[in-house]
């Protein structure tokens, strides 16, 4: 059992390097419902494992809705906004701060629409992040960010 623990852990936390929101969420549901699991449950063991199970799930689906809105907001930009045109908005969940600048759009052979867009996040402790990305149209209207 011990080792399943650390298992979920090791799965959770390895991918630190290029992270998502639901994935950070899900790192913290796991420490915090495994923490909470081992001081409720008899069986520490036990509960240490049944509470990161369920605390890595209510992790990634909070996470997963706060990146939701972003994505949102960053299709908005690319359908709407004008090439080289600067969008804002701040995410009300995490306080950060987001700049898009959209690029022409180019047509694929394959008839894929993509554009580049520029990312500037300034995270609510004051960090800054630039991404530089591609964007493709998908058929049902949204775009897809793939950096």
């Given at each position: 059992?011990?080792?399943?623990i650390v298992l979920i852990l090791?799965?959770?936390?390895?991918?630190?390097?290029?992270?998502?929101?639901?994935?950070?969420?899900?790192?913290?549901?796991?420490?915090?419902?495994?923490?909470?699991?081992?001081?409720?449950?008899?069986?520490?063991?036990?509960?240490a494992a049944i509470?990161?199970?369920?605390?890595?799930?209510?992790?990634?689906?909070?996470?997963?809705?706060?990146?939701?809105?972003?994505?949102?907001?960053?299709?908005?930009?690319?359908?709407?906004?004008?090439?080289?045109?600067?969008?804002?908005?701040?995410?009300?969940?995490?306080?950060?701060?987001?700049?898009?600048?959209?690029?022409?759009?180019?047509?694929?052979?394959?008839?894929?629409?993509?554009?580049?867009?520029?990312?500037?996040?300034?995270?609510?402790?004051?960090?800054?992040?630039?991404?530089?990305?591609?964007?493709?149209?998908?058929?049902?209207?949204?775009?897809?960010?793939?950096?």
């Amino acid at each position: 059992m011990r080792y399943a623990i650390v298992l979920i852990l090791a799965l959770t936390l390895l991918p630190a390097c290029q992270t998502t929101t639901a994935q950070k969420s899900a790192g913290l549901g796991t420490l915090a419902g495994a923490t909470l699991g081992a001081l409720t449950f008899k069986n520490k063991v036990s509960g240490a494992a049944i509470g990161a199970g369920a605390g890595m799930l209510v992790g990634y689906i909070v996470g997963n809705e706060m990146d939701k809105y972003d994505q949102t907001q960053v299709s908005n930009v690319m359908e709407t906004m004008p090439s080289g045109h600067t969008a804002a908005w701040t995410n009300p969940d995490t306080q950060t701060h987001y700049e898009a600048v959209p690029a022409p759009a180019r047509r694929h052979d394959d008839g894929r629409i993509e554009r580049d867009v520029t990312l500037r996040a300034q995270m609510a402790n004051g960090e800054y992040e630039t991404v530089y990305a591609k964007a493709y149209r998908q058929p049902d209207g949204s775009w897809q960010l793939v950096q």
